[in-house]
């Protein structure tokens, strides 16, 4: 693979409420600009169905929207923590701290398209990992079918998935939150496609060969702003 370009984006902080039902009414996400194109590191063949993510945040929680092109959509994962990346599914694989020792600890946050979720915990500065994630409390989460779910006799629309973490996740870092302008940390989006046309998409491309999100080195940059979006 060729030399790639570790992607920045500016997060800016919400001035209305946040809900989570998947519809994006919200001023905060209407004004947000879009994280860019997600790439297809390893694309074989098929249809690269797009997808367009945002990223705001509060005093209490980091938010992200996820707007994805799929003409066939799927899921067959309903239990929390069961393998939801083998459904249409978007992720947000979250490095708190930007440098120094936990600069590669991560959360990871995997939830596919009827909201079942996946958390792993990968502190391994600190030797705590949990690649099943039990204490996920406060999580939420709000989707939106364009079409019709494990039917593929039909074309579908798409899909919308928003979620929000809160920042006491990420109590056992060292980096306090809510940021301050300007604190930084790294984060990898991605998106799984399913049983159809099944794909692996991310907006800050892992460098590595075969398919592999769980590459934090590659995470992209985002850096918030305390400019409010209203």
């Given at each position: 693979?060729?030399?790639?370009?570790?992607?920045?984006?500016?997060?800016?902080?919400?001035?209305?409420?946040m809900?989570?039902?998947?519809?994006?009414?919200?001023?905060?996400?209407?004004?947000?600009?879009?994280?860019?194109?997600?790439?297809?590191?390893?694309?074989?063949?098929?249809e690269?169905?797009?997808?367009?993510?945002?990223?705001?945040?509060?005093?209490?929680?980091?938010?992200?929207?996820?707007?994805?092109?799929?003409k066939?959509?799927?899921?067959?994962?309903?239990s929390?923590?069961?393998?939801?990346?083998?459904?249409?599914?978007?992720?947000?694989?979250?490095c708190?701290?930007?440098?120094?020792?936990?600069?590669?600890?991560?959360?990871?946050?995997?939830?596919?398209?009827?909201?079942?979720?996946?958390?792993?915990?990968?502190?391994?500065?600190?030797?705590?990992?949990?690649?099943?994630?039990?204490?996920?409390?406060h999580?939420e989460?709000?989707?939106?079918?364009?079409?019709?779910?494990?039917?593929?006799?039909?074309?579908?629309?798409?899909?919308?998935?928003?979620?929000?973490?809160?920042?006491?996740?990420?109590?056992?870092?060292?980096?306090?939150?809510?940021?301050?302008?300007?604190?930084?940390?790294?984060?990898?989006?991605?998106?799984?496609?399913?049983?159809?046309?099944?794909?692996?998409?991310?907006?800050?491309?892992?460098?590595?060969?075969?398919?592999?999100?769980?590459?934090?080195?590659?995470?992209?940059?985002?850096?918030?702003?305390?400019?409010?979006?209203?």
């Amino acid at each position: 693979m060729g030399l790639i370009t570790v992607p920045e984006y500016v997060a800016k902080k919400t001035g209305c409420p946040m809900i989570m039902d998947g519809i994006l009414d919200e001023p905060a996400w209407q004004k947000a600009m879009p994280v860019g194109d997600f790439q297809f590191p390893w694309f074989v063949s098929g249809e690269k169905e797009q997808t367009e993510a945002k990223i705001v945040w509060d005093d209490e929680r980091i938010y992200f929207a996820f707007r994805c092109d799929d003409k066939h959509i799927w899921a067959e994962h309903y239990s929390h923590n069961d393998p939801v990346s083998e459904d249409d599914c978007c992720e947000a694989f979250i490095c708190p701290i930007p440098d120094g020792p936990e600069r590669y600890d991560y959360i990871n946050y995997e939830i596919n398209c009827i909201g079942t979720w996946k958390v792993g915990y990968h502190a391994e500065s600190r030797g705590v990992v949990h690649k099943s994630w039990q204490d996920c409390k406060h999580l939420e989460i709000g989707r939106v079918i364009n079409g019709s779910c494990n039917n593929d006799s039909d074309i579908d629309r798409g899909w919308v998935l928003e979620f929000s973490v809160p920042f006491s996740h990420f109590k056992g870092f060292s980096a306090l939150f809510p940021p301050r302008d300007g604190q930084v940390i790294h984060i990898g989006l991605n998106r799984c496609g399913g049983k159809t046309n099944s794909q692996y998409s991310q907006w800050a491309p892992s460098s590595t060969a075969q398919p592999q999100f769980h590459s934090p080195k590659d995470f992209g940059k985002v850096i918030f702003s305390t400019e409010l979006l209203k």
